[in-house]
């Protein structure tokens, strides 16, 4: 498999507004955005999809759930949704697994 964009940008091939980062996850803006505050984070581990998660991965969505908690609580965000896109019919547009975070309240 050809490493996707966001290989790419965890690499720092190409670069990417980030807006949050530890060893685990990164955070960065949707280029299409579809709410004021729209972010998607990736597990530094690389799985495809949800639906490709394994044993050994299986914690991973677990973990950008509550990665997104932690960040919409530090930046005092009350209100958003959490979605995962599985598979191409599902919307998902690039094979590697990432939570969009999308908030009514806009962040710097």
């Known amino acids: 498999m050809e490493p996707t964009i966001f290989h790419k940008i965890l690499a720092k091939e190409i670069t990417a507004s980030v ?22 984070f990736i597990p530094k581990t690389f799985v495809e999809s949800i639906a490709h998660a394994t044993g050994a991965s299986a914690y991973i969505p677990g973990m950008l759930i509550q990665k997104a908690r932690a960040f919409a609580e ?16 599902g919307g998902q547009e690039v094979p590697y697994v990432h939570l969009h975070f999308l908030a009514d309240t806009k962040i710097d």
């Open 74 to 89: 530090q930046q005092g965000i009350d209100g958003y949704k959490l979605q995962f896109n599985v598979g191409k019919n």
């Open 19 to 40: 807006v949050y980062e530890d060893t685990d996850v990164l955070a960065f803006r949707d280029i299409h955005p579809k709410a004021a505050t729209h972010l998607l």
